[in-house]
């Protein structure tokens, strides 16, 4: 009461500070006891409902008096990760003097222990997505209408702040796609002083960020922004960076690991809005150490870089450029693997689920296709420079899995530099380099360039390069294997345009090259040379100036199956694989001309034996040696063929003439002199049925291919050839060949066969061996089945086989007389034959005898013959009594047509039908001894002559037992075996 009294007692001024000092009092009440709370609930229901999640706010605190707020214990709470974003205290502390600067004006503005954790879950939905669609959700129901905001309404507010920090923050990522979760955690801090913002200077907006790497090193970013327009600079560096934990977040979108690896980087920077958004970056290094990339499973990383430096960096968004002075690289190693999926490089960085990994193979490839075409064209967005590369002690190994086993090659002691290159200009660039291939191959490279338009010129020498270890690449695709060699090879090739069009000129040898074939001996190669060498696409041209081969040693074996080389290797090549679709469009397209000046042999030596007869057949070309000139395969041109060699050694060989490639087409003479044919012994064993005892053969034949269609003339001599022993064969021929031979056989010893071949290549069933074997057994089975048809033409023509007498005669008359010289002659021609004479007698001789038998009845020695006798009455009388006399039968009865009416005409006809009676009837009563006699004794009479007046030597003609009713009267001819 007394109270209110002295109030009301009081002046106005009195009054008037009570009252405000009642405010007062009210204003610190809410302030400290009224408004927390409310700020506090509203605070976190209104955030509740904007996310949807639980958020919790533990105080809040204002000091109405000193004008600041603390909230402690904030958070939106998270299923996965407990808290999705927090802090421990948030002090906010208002200036007043605010109300005098027309600015909203903060002493400081600091955050404790903030706290931000994300998560990403498989299927890339990450812990806030629900969040994000909550908040989508509530825009599109409440559907506002969006007013144009004015550039003065769009302004920034006019806020400044002495001190803006965070201290003791972490920010937590946690990678949850694959089968073990991730977590990457950062220790965050920064500070921003003197913040405005719209104040601008060198004093203003400063800040500094710093984070702490998850494994040691520091982010640390300072610098100073202002706004309207914006504007940032400053300094970016990252220091010891370890770059372990960062890859493991990784993991489900790569297939490997990072074992290690350390980071560094500094840079300047400079960002800015005044014109149009522009970042520039300049003095920036980078720093790798110690990175290794590892496939999980493997023993060795994929990638180890030692250390690479970057200096120099700079970038110009504005201009669109970005400048890398220098790039050291120092001794990195790449293991690649193949393996049945593809090379693993190719495939690390894909995502480890395969529709990932496709989708992401294909997006590569179009934006490669993409930036490919830019280069090209010399369209790029970013022109990009790269001042100078420098490689030092590179290494490379590519470890093969898809050979069983694993194969390495390698590349060691690699060092690359690289200077002036530049995408996105036109600009030369060169390059030098070097390598040791398998440990021992030499490889140097140089050249220089442009990416735009696209030209190339580079040199290359690969020295020394082992060949031995090449072999198991080989092997799989053929049943073939290189036990050793050495490549060299010396190029220079140039690349133009868009095609592009390449030129490449250089030469190639390889020495001490042996091949082999099932573990033996295929091919050697003691030095191989390849000369002025020139190849271009543009043309599809490749032109070598001479191909020197020497000491060449190449062994053609059949094997016990009768399988050659080529059959073999085919066989052991693995199944082609099925094109399914219509041929491909190189099958279609113009072919490559390929041209060879020379191709020389020197001391080289080709061996054939072919395991499938018995015994074993060998037989070898040495001293190969000679040339082959002007090979083309353009059309109409011509090349010329020298070559000589020794066939097993001793005997000589030659091949000469011409050689066309389109259309085939050949002239050659083959010659081949005094080869041993004892050598032949399998082959004759087989065909024959005999070992060759002794001979040598010489061949000279003219071979001419003309329209696919082959012609061959060929003089085969066969000196001294005799068979042997006897072998059995089902394939030898069913005849005496021995004998034929001997009817080929000169008095000499020599057999001369001009032989004559034709025949269509196109035919499946042609073969130029073949038909060689079937023309030469042909005249050897025809000399041994029908010798005397062979012999003819030393015979004038005349058939020898049979030797004709007068029927019932044993005396050679003029006729017989003449083939028996023939005969002569064919035994003086070839002494060594032996003939068996064969008296025979036939029908006609039978008449001859019982003629003779009428004869002497009826006339004696006065008889002249039937066609005499008829002419004459008396003897027309006396056949006509013995035949009534004999037969007691009237002769007349022997003519049932009318007789003619003269009594000569008569006569005769009587007589003529009774001696025809009569022979029929003596000619049944001839003895089988007569017959006998007669055919012994034509025999007889033939040796004689022979040896008394053809001074031919008995113990060459033999008698053979007489044949009774043969096809000939005289003798048959024999050959004896």
């Known amino acids: 009461m007394k109270v209110t009294q002295a109030l009301k007692g009081s002046s106005w001024k009195t009054k008037a500070l009570v009252i405000l000092a009642g405010f007062y009092l009210l204003y610190v009440l809410l302030g400290f006891f009224v408004a927390p709370g409310l700020v506090r609930d509203n605070a976190r229901d209104a955030l509740a409902e904007l996310t949807g999640r639980e958020v919790v706010i533990s105080e809040v605190k204002i000091n109405p008096l000193a004008l600041s707020a603390t909230v402690n214990g904030f958070a939106i709470n998270d299923e996965q990760t407990q808290v999705l974003l927090g802090f421990n205290q948030l002090y906010v502390n208002f200036e007043v003097s605010s109300l005098f600067r027309w600015r909203w004006h903060f002493k400081q503005i600091g955050v404790e222990g903030l706290n931000v954790r994300a998560q990403r879950n498989p299927g890339s939905v990450f812990n806030f997505d629900d969040i994000i669609a909550h908040m989508e959700t509530q825009q599109a129901d409440s559907d506002p209408k969006v007013e144009p905001v004015s550039d003065a309404e769009s302004s920034l507010p006019n806020i400044s702040v002495d001190e803006l920090s965070l201290s ?114 300049n003095n920036g290094e980078l720093t790798l150490r110690d990175l290794q990339i590892q496939k999980p499973g493997e023993q060795a990383p994929s990638v180890e870089v030692p250390a690479l430096t970057v200096t120099g960096i700079s970038v110009d968004s504005a201009k669109k450029e970005i400048q890398l002075p220098n790039v050291a690289l120092e001794q990195p190693q790449v293991n690649a693997v193949l393996a049945e999926d593809g090379l693993d490089l190719a495939t690390l960085f894909l995502p480890v689920d395969p529709q990932e990994a496709e989708q992401r193979k ?85 050249g220089e360039g442009q990416l735009a338009p696209l030209s190339i010129s580079a040199k ?46 250089g030469s190639a040898g390889v020495i001490n090259l042996n091949l082999q074939e099932g573990g033996r001996p295929l091919i050697k190669v003691n030095k191989g ?62 072919p490559w001309q390929v041209t060879v000046d020379k191709l020389r042999l020197v001391g080289s030596q080709v061996r054939h034996e072919d395991l499938s007869l018995s015994p074993h057949f060998r037989i070898g070309l040495y001293q190969l040696a000679g040339t082959v ?24 060989f030659s091949v000469k003439g011409r050689l066309s490639s389109e259309p085939f087409s050949t002239d050659m003479q083959v010659s081949l002199h005094n080869y041993e044919m004892t050598s032949l012994s399998p082959y004759t064993g087989l065909y024959l049925g005999y070992l060759v005892e002794k001979g040598q053969l010489g061949v000279d034949t003219e071979v001419s291919v003309e329209k696919n269609h082959l012609n061959s003339a060929a003089d085969i001599l066969a000196d001294q050839f005799y068979l042997g022993e006897k072998v059995a064969s089902e394939n030898a021929v069913r005849a005496p060949v021995k004998l034929g031979l001997s009817v080929l056989r000169s008095r000499s010893g020599e057999i001369t066969l001009p032989v004559k071949m034709s025949g269509d290549l196109d ?39 049979t030797i004709a007498f007068e029927p019932g005669s044993a005396q050679a008359g003029v006729q017989t007389t003449g083939s028996l010289q023939a005969l002569a002659k064919v035994l003086t021609e070839k002494p060594h034959l032996h003939i068996g004479l064969v008296g025979t007698t036939n029908a006609e001789d039978r008449a001859a005898i019982a003629g003779r038998a009428i004869a002497e009845d009826v006339a004696g020695d006065d008889w002249l013959g039937i066609d005499a006798a008829v002419q004459e009455k008396k003897w027309r009388r006396k056949l006509i009594r013995r035949y009534e006399s004999g037969s007691d039968r009237d002769v007349e009865t022997l003519i049932s047509a009318p007789l003619p009416e003269d009594d000569e005409q008569r006569d005769s006809l009587l007589a003529r039908s009774a001696w025809d009676a009569m022979l029929a009837t003596e000619i049944e009563l001839v003895d089988q001894e007569q017959l006998i006699a007669l055919a012994r004794l034509r025999s007889q009479n033939a040796k004689a002559r022979l040896v008394k007046q053809f001074n031919i030597e008995p113990s060459r003609l033999y008698l053979s037992d007489a044949k009774v009713d043969g096809a000939v009267s005289g003798l048959t001819l024999t050959l004896e075996k």
């Open 168 to 281: 003791h923050g972490e920010l937590r990522y946690t990678e949850a796609t694959g089968k073990e979760p991730h977590q990457l955690i950062l220790p965050v801090a920064f500070t921003v002083t003197n913040f405005s913002t719209v104040a601008k200077g060198e004093d203003q907006n400063g800040y500094a960020i710093h984070l702490d790497g998850p494994e040691g090193g520091a982010f640390d970013w300072n610098g100073h922004f202002a706004f309207s327009p914006f504007l940032a600079h400053g300094h970016l560096s990252i220091e010891k960076v370890d770059l372990v934990s960062l890859a493991k977040l990784a993991e489900g979108e790569v297939r490997f690991t990072v074992p290690s690896g350390e980071l560094d980087l500094q840079t300047d920077y400079l960002f800015s809005t005044e014109q149009g958004p522009r970042v520039m970056v």
């Open 362 to 446: 294909q997006d590569v490839k179009e934006k490669a296709q993409e930036a490919a075409e830019r280069i090209a064209e010399a369209e790029t967005v970013w022109v990009t420079r790269l001042d100078n590369l420098a490689i030092e002690g590179n290494t490379l190994r590519l470890t093969d899995r898809t050979l069983n086993p694993a194969q390495t090659m390698t590349l060691t002691d690699g060092g690359l530099t690289l200077s002036n290159l530049i995408i996105g200009e036109e600009a030369t660039f060169t390059w030098q380099g070097k390598a040791t291939l398998q440990e021992q191959g030499s490889l140097t490279h140089s």
């Open 460 to 505: 290359g020498a690969l020295t020394a390069l082992p060949l031995a270890p090449l072999s198991p690449w080989l092997e799989r695709e053929a049943p073939l294997k290189m036990t050793s060699g050495q490549l060299s090879v010396d190029l220079q090739s140039t690349v133009k345009g868009d095609t592009p069009d390449i030129t490449v000129n």
């Open 529 to 590: 040379q390849v000369k002025n060498v020139s190849l271009a696409t543009a043309t599809q041209q490749v032109r070598v100036g001479e191909i020197l081969l020497t000491g060449i040693d190449m062994l053609h074996r059949v094997d016990a199956q009768g399988r050659d080389v080529a059959s073999r290797i085919q066989a052991g090549m693995p199944a082609p694989a099925s094109s399914g679709g219509s041929p491909s469009a190189s099958s279609s397209s113009k």
């Open 629 to 652: 000139s002007n090979l083309d395969t353009r059309s109409g041109r011509t090349a010329n063929v020298n070559l000589s060699a020794q066939v097993d050694r001793y005997a000589p």
């Open 763 to 801: 035919d499946p069933s042609f073969s130029v061996s073949g038909m060689i074997l079937k023309v030469l057994t042909n005249i050897v089975v025809k000399a041994a089945t029908a010798p005397f048809s062979v012999l003819a033409g030393l015979a004038g023509g005349e058939n020898l086989e």
